[in-house]
T-cell receptor, first 116, second 108 residues
Framework: GAVVSQHPSRVICKSGTSVKIECRSL??????MFWYRQFPKQSLMLMAT?????????EQGVEKDKFLINHASLTLSTLTVTSAHPEDSSFYIC????????????FGQGTRLTVV | RKEVEQDPGPFNVPEGATVAFNCTYS??????FFWYRQDCRKEPKLLMS???SGNEDGRFTAQLNRASQYISLLIRDSKLSDSATYLC?????????FGQGTELSVKP
């Protein structure tokens, strides 16, 4: 299957700092990528849809100024958690599909963010 | 009401048991359904797509009931390695939406 690489896999940062997470499609071009967040014992919640060359589309309740998404190329989307707080500590994961609404989604390895 | 609902479990079963999970969805327009498996602190991996006609892959069988708006996953002859969280998902508006996940623990 297609490969999506996410980096870093784990990050610890101080409260008030910003953290950037990268999501790369290694062997295909992804015009659309998705960012999810997962708290312990909960589901993957879709945060936003990242569109190459245009603004991201955020789900209701997700602050676009706090979670900055940039999709500058067909193989890279980044999520920056700005002014992180302990409540932002979570598992962040990206996905991409080869195309079409009903095609399989491929996930990055996820990033475990801990804000202290 | 949530888009996709699952019993979070946990389901604790002995090795060799048959276990079934159900997942209900609220949007009757949803066309594509999936079961994913997620191990602790890892990304979800596609287990199987779910079709109206039902599909089987070894010990795993998935069914879709459009009239009652639920999908199911049956695991036969459970193995220790089946212990994981099983997430149902559907596509709505081009986005993949997940249920909460059902935790399965297979014991020796």
């Amino acid at each position: 299957g297609a490969v999506v690489s996410q980096h870093p896999s784990r990050v610890i940062c101080k409260s008030g700092t910003s953290v950037k997470i990268e999501c790369r499609s290694l062997d295909f071009q992804a015009t659309t990528m998705f960012w999810y967040r997962q708290f312990p014992k909960q589901s993957l919640m879709l945060m936003a849809t990242s569109n190459e060359g245009s603004k991201a589309t955020y789900e209701q309740g997700v602050e676009k100024d706090k979670f900055l998404i940039n999709h500058a190329s067909l193989t890279l989307s980044t999520l920056t958690v700005t002014s992180a707080h302990p409540e932002d500590s979570s598992f962040y994961i990206c996905s991409a599909s080869l195309g079409g609404m009903n095609t399989e989604a491929f996930f990055g390895q996820g990033t475990r963010l801990t804000v202290v | 009401r949530k888009e996709v609902e699952q019993d979070p479990g946990p389901f604790n079963v002995p090795e060799g048991a048959t276990v079934a999970f159900n997942c209900t969805y609220s949007n009757s327009a949803s066309q594509s359904f999936f079961w994913y498996r997620q191990d602790c602190r890892k990304e979800p991996k596609l287990l199987m797509s779910v079709y109206s006609s039902g599909n089987e892959d070894g010990r795993f069988t998935a069914q879709l009931n459009r009239a009652s708006q639920y999908i199911s996953l049956l695991i036969r002859d459970s193995k220790l390695s089946d212990s994981a969280t099983y997430l149902c998902a559907l596509i709505k508006g081009g986005k993949l939406i997940f249920g909460q996940g059902t935790e399965l623990s297979v014991k020796p």
